[in-house]
């Protein structure tokens, strides 16, 4: 199906899944993999693929494992970041992708942070939005005593009951957090679209309780030595600016950090257009 704008919507089968992605742009075009975080969807790229596709640019935003519907496996073991990455690199393989240039925002960046470590060959450039360099993360959480705090959900979110306490009151708990970090009201509507269905949220939830089992995790991150953008928001309130200025010790390649005043954790709801001409002057300095 494609939309008004250029955008196609379609399933692409990956390391056995079926996940819906919209995609953008000549086919001959330099490939751009957009991954969005948690709690969203593919429509938090709705802006850059139709700007990438203008700029020649091969565009692909998939919903990632557990939002789509052919991908939404049972068990916490499933949504282990071996898998997360494998399902990303399976995408990349079915648009003929070698190599490609991969964009993520919060649990998006993270699994791009990983793929430019471990799959450096695969990788023309990173751009992160919120989500510092793992490492980064870590040490934050050790050394900032702000950051445990505002990454309290990860631990709330490894209960049994995270899930059905988020969908009480018609999602109203799930609702009001996107709404304080200044979702619009239109745009939380098109992510509980998705998010809104237990099975659906329940499999989102559960990147957060597979962090644990994660070799890739618990084993640490190289340095990143591909060329990296990373975009963040100094209101957001889940990252602090220790984790934030320290990602550039672990980045080893040509390195831009865009700090923007007074946005919080969804940059491309809460400010749409900043990201795009961002990426869009990223990708023609490193394509």
Do not use: K
């Amino acid at each position: 199906m494609t939309g008004t704008n250029g955008v196609t919507t379609t399933v692409i089968e990956s390391n056995g899944l079926s996940f819906t992605a919209d995609v953008a742009g000549p086919a001959d075009g330099q490939p751009v993999l957009l991954l969005h975080g948690f709690p969203q969807t593919r429509h938090t790229w709705r802006a850059e693929l139709p700007a990438l596709a203008a700029a020649g640019y091969r565009a692909c935003a998939p919903d990632q494992r557990g939002y789509s519907a052919g991908a939404r496996p049972g068990g916490i073991d499933n949504y282990r970041v071996e898998l997360l990455m494998a399902d990303a690199l399976g995408i990349a393989d079915s648009l003929g992708a070698d190599r490609f240039h991969i964009v993520g925002h919060d649990w998006g960046g993270a699994l791009g942070w990983f793929i430019a470590a471990h799959h450096t060959e695969r990788v023309i450039s990173l751009s992160v939005i919120s989500r510092p360099h793992p490492v980064a993360f870590m040490s934050a959480m050790r050394d900032d005593p702000e950051q445990p705090h505002r990454s309290r959900h990860h631990p709330a979110f490894q209960r049994s009951e995270a899930t059905d306490n988020l969908l009480v009151d018609a999602a109203g708990p799930l609702r009001r957090a996107m709404a304080r970090n200044g979702v619009p009201e239109v745009d939380i509507d098109a992510y509980l679209s998705t998010l809104g269905e237990r099975d659906a949220l329940d499999a989102a939830v559960n990147w957060y309780r597979a962090m644990g089992p994660s070799r890739i995790q618990s084993n640490g991150t190289p340095p990143t030595a591909v060329p990296t953008m990373y975009v963040w928001g100094n209101e957001d309130v889940t990252v602090g600016r220790m984790a934030a200025e320290n990602t550039a010790s672990h980045v080893i390649g040509p390195y831009r950090f865009e700090e923007i005043d007074g946005v919080n954790h969804f940059v491309t709801d809460e400010a749409p257009g900043v990201f795009t001409e961002l990426l869009l002057s990223h990708l023609a300095e490193h394509g």
